[in-house]
């Protein structure tokens, strides 16, 4: 599905734009960028603020019809970045990553990604390094809390200043819709459930089952860890289509039954 343009009706991401001001915008029918930029008469601001909104304006207009995704993911407020992800939702890739436990070093035993329809398994020891040339052919990279663990942790790991595509956190999509908490507790609250086996098993059986496999060969183990991954990247987009639509939008995502089947 091919949402409407989103992202060019937020306006917060302006300087001296609160939710009053979209309001007084909205009020005399300036409800996106090209109505202000066609009526710059119209804005209810000093000569002042008027220049450097239509200056932000521009440029915003200018990364927008470039696709520059980055632009928006680091720029536009918090409540409103759900619109990247509706504009693009068809196009999203989801990930996750799972670790042993320390902090820092070769940390990475497992790199998960649903791209293009299909998922990309990156294990350590194996084909970890393919998940950067991966990363090169991602529009929009969606994680689970991925600002403050998944991102900075392949950031550290792989020694890059930054990740070279749009990245989008659906934790905090999730916070502003109010389904609030862990993915697992969010899946429970909006009826998400998991196939019989990964029922129960979280990120710490994750690092016990990855000792298993490296110390011990043990395949079973390595097999359930790469399943509750895979588990934890499809969840992502069943989470994306429920947000979504909790701000009214129409979405076309696969059922359970479709999105557990592709595992």
């Not at 680091?74 to 759900?82: A, F, N, R, S, V």
């Not at 399943?227 to 979504?244: E, F, M, P, R, T």
Request: proline letters at 3%; glycine letters at 6%; aromatic letters at 12%.
């Amino acid at each position: 599905m091919v949402f409407a343009a989103m992202i060019n009706t937020t306006f917060l991401h302006l300087t001296g734009i609160g939710r009053k001001n979209v309001e007084r915008l909205h009020s005399i029918g300036l409800k996106d960028w090209n109505s202000v930029l066609d009526n710059p008469d119209l804005l209810p601001f000093s000569a002042k603020m008027k220049t450097k909104i239509l200056s932000e304006l521009s440029i915003s207009t200018e990364n927008y019809e470039n696709k520059n995704l980055k632009y928006f993911t680091e720029k536009l407020h918090p409540t409103e970045k759900w619109t990247i992800l509706a504009e693009y939702f068809e196009e999203a890739s989801y990930f996750d990553i799972e670790t042993n436990g320390e902090p820092y070093g070769d940390n990475i035993t497992l790199i998960v990604c649903f791209h293009k329809g299909r998922l990309y398994k990156f294990l350590n020891g194996d084909n970890l390094e393919a998940f950067l040339d991966l990363l090169d052919d991602v529009k929009l990279l969606v994680s689970f809390n991925g600002t403050s663990f998944d991102v900075p942790v392949v950031q550290n790991y792989f020694h890059i200043p930054k990740i070279p595509c749009a990245h989008v956190d659906l934790r905090w999509l999730a916070y502003h819709v109010g389904f609030k908490g862990g993915l697992k507790e969010i899946e429970k609250s909006i009826g998400i459930k998991r196939p019989a086996d990964l029922v129960g098993i979280n990120g710490m059986d994750a690092i016990l089952l990855w000792l298993e496999w490296k110390n011990y060969h043990n395949q079973k183990a390595l097999d359930l860890l790469i399943h509750y991954c895979c588990a934890d990247v499809l969840s992502l987009q069943l989470l994306a289509g429920k947000i979504l639509e909790k701000h009214k939008m129409s979405v076309n995502y696969p059922s359970l039954e479709e999105i557990w089947s592709k595992m």
